[in-house]
């Protein structure tokens, strides 16, 4: 049955850079890659070599640990290179595109006529079940569990964060083709997570999911509010999470037979000259987007939002999950007595400056921490910008202590990285909380296996 659910706690970031609802012209990107560090805890096996030929949807590299997890070219053309790092870790699998968009070919038909075996193995061999994610660890679902749930995340509370029901326009019947795949992969039910001022009718009216209405500050897009309010995660339950163009992605490979990678991203920020939304081909390099749009300053790149998303340069490649760039000023500068000024300009939280008697006010926030990192000490703040029903800093101390008991007693099951974000924006000991609860999830995996 419908629901709706009303957020109070969170914060909402007001930064300036907005994109524009508006497709705007790339540049053709010259190479593309697949990055296996965009998949956490995954050890690639490498499936080519430099020179090979590829068409779109040819297996690059599989999961050594789930070799039916396979991880798919997004474009056609001839792998240019495979770069890597220390201890020969492969970081990326670059393509060189030949432009003639050349697929591998899959049996095409309505997913609801297919067995669950039948689509998941059609969904493994495409390449697209990396899109699939699970709860708890917050890692690429294992094919051999069937979850309880499935969570469609259909809008994004993060700052200058994408508007789904512009993205998806033109791609209605693909979504209702991919949710009726997804709906095959569960017991349960599939849940499409929308916000209360939703008006695409792909999102309200679609139909083999229960649609869920939120609304409040930021972090009411996230996952784990969803999972919490609508259908809860206890000890030894597993939940997936499919993000909006993944699921359309998905009803495409049923409808067309091939994998189509191609996806919209907004670029945004305050340092974009026009903010816009951009129609790409997964993999892509940063620069397709963002050349000659990006004033002339030191600015940061970031593949994904300012709170959770990856540093990158212009010269790095989207991010597979990603579908959002940001850019703002890099923060490398000192300030003399910068406390002790009125603060019009700056963002405080703790309403430490002049700027909270305008709320309306749009900043263009750099990365500059203003100071070193400090002691954790208990502050009672991050109750406030925190929704779930979870002890922020206990559940942090927990991690640090190593206490696998009693991070289990805390919650650590039902949470991500992304969860902390805001938690970590309000620190005042600086402390990288998304780290560290990265760091918990990864324990408790090793723990539990």
Not at 129 to 135: E, V, Y
Not at 164 to 184: C, K
Not at 256 to 265: H, L, M, N, Q, T
Request: charged residues 20%; contains cysteine; glycine residues 8%.
């Amino acid at each position: 049955m419908p629901q709706h659910f009303k957020i109070k706690k969170g914060l909402n970031i007001n930064l300036a850079g907005k994109a524009e609802k508006v497709i705007g012209t790339t540049n053709t990107s010259g190479l593309y890659a697949l990055k296996p560090g965009d998949f956490h805890g995954l050890i690639p096996k490498l499936e080519v070599k430099e020179g090979d030929s590829v068409k779109a949807g040819s297996v690059l590299f599989t999961d050594k640990s789930q070799p039916e997890i396979c991880f798919t070219s997004p474009v056609s053309g001839t792998i240019a290179a495979v770069n890597r790092g220390e201890r020969r870790v492969i970081l990326e699998v670059i393509i060189r595109p030949d432009n003639r968009n050349e697929y591998e070919t899959f049996k095409t038909g309505s997913p609801l006529s297919l067995s669950r075996e039948e689509v998941k193995n059609l969904i493994l061999r495409s390449g697209l079940w990396p899109a699939i994610k699970q709860r708890p660890y917050n890692i690429i679902a294992d094919p051999a569990v069937t979850p309880k749930s499935i969570f469609v995340p259909v809008f994004d509370s993060a700052p200058l964060a994408p508007d789904y029901d512009f993205i998806i326009q033109g791609s209605e019947s693909d979504f209702q083709t991919g949710i009726d795949a997804l709906s095959r992969l569960t017991a349960g039910r599939v849940h499409v997570n929308i916000h209360a001022f939703t008006v695409s009718p792909a999102f309200k009216q679609v139909r083999n999911a229960q649609v869920n209405t939120f609304e409040g500050p930021h972090p009411a897009g996230n996952s784990s509010i969803h999972i919490q309010f609508v259908d809860p995660l206890s000890k030894g339950e597993q939940v997936w999470i499919v993000y909006p163009q993944d699921v359309v992605a998905l009803g495409r490979l049923f409808t067309k037979g091939f994998y189509d990678a191609s996806k919209i991203v907004a670029l945004c920020g305050s340092e974009v000259e026009n903010p816009r939304y951009y129609r790409i081909i997964s993999g892509a390099s940063v620069k397709s987007i963002t050349n000659g749009n990006v004033k002339e300053s030191v600015h940061r790149y970031i593949s994904g939002n300012p709170l959770t998303g990856t540093q990158v340069t212009s010269e790095s490649y989207i991010g597979y999950y990603d579908s959002q760039i940001s850019v703002i000023p890099e923060g490398n500068y000192s300030e003399f007595l910068g406390w002790a000024l009125p603060g019009f300009e700056k963002y405080s939280f703790y309403r430490l400056f002049w700027s909270w008697i305008n709320p309306r006010k749009k900043y263009e926030l750099d990365t500059n921490i203003h100071g070193g990192h400090r002691a954790f000490v208990l502050t009672g703040m991050y109750e406030k910008v925190f929704p779930l029903p979870i002890y922020p800093m206990q559940l942090l101390k927990s991690i640090i202590a190593e206490d696998v008991e009693q991070m289990e007693r805390l919650g650590i099951y039902e949470i991500a990285e992304e969860d902390f974000a805001l938690c970590e924006f309000i620190d005042a000991s600086k402390t990288e909380m998304q780290a560290l609860v990265r760091k918990g999830l990864d324990l408790m995996k090793k723990e539990m296996s």
